[in-house]
C-alpha cells in the first residue's frame, strides 16, 4: 500500500531554507530501514534522510533543487513487509 512521505524533522530551525540536493534511490527501486533515500541541504550543512521502513519508491514529489519544509510530502513510498 503506497503511503506519503513527508519530510522529517531534521533538527533545523523552522526558518532555515531546505532544499533536495539529490535522491540516493530512484523510483521502483527498494530500499532498507535505515538506508540514506535523499539529501537536502541549507545553507548551514547538507543533510542525509534515511528510510523509516524497509520499502519501495514510488514516485518522487520533491524534484532535486525544490524548496521543501518540514512535513511537505516529498514521495509516494510503499512498505514491503519482511
Keep these: 500500500m503506497e503511503k506519503e512521505f513527508e519530510l522529517p524533522d531534521i533538527g533545523i530551525e523552522a526558518d532555515v531554507e ?4 539529490f535522491w540516493y534511490i530512484e523510483e521502483d527501486e527498494e530500499f532498507e530501514e535505515g538506508d540514506d533515500i535523499l539529501e537536502v541541504s541549507t545553507n548551514k550543512a547538507n543533510l542525509n534522510v ?3 521502513y524497509t520499502g519501495k519508491l ?6 532535486e533543487g525544490d524548496v521543501v ?3 511537505d510530502v516529498i514521495a509516494m513510498l510503499e512498505k514491503i513487509n519482511t
Design 50 to 52: 534515511t528510510a523509516p
Design 18 to 21: 531546505i532544499t533536495v540536493s
Design 69 to 71: 519544509t518540514i512535513g
Design 58 to 63: 514510488i514516485e518522487i514529489l520533491a524534484q
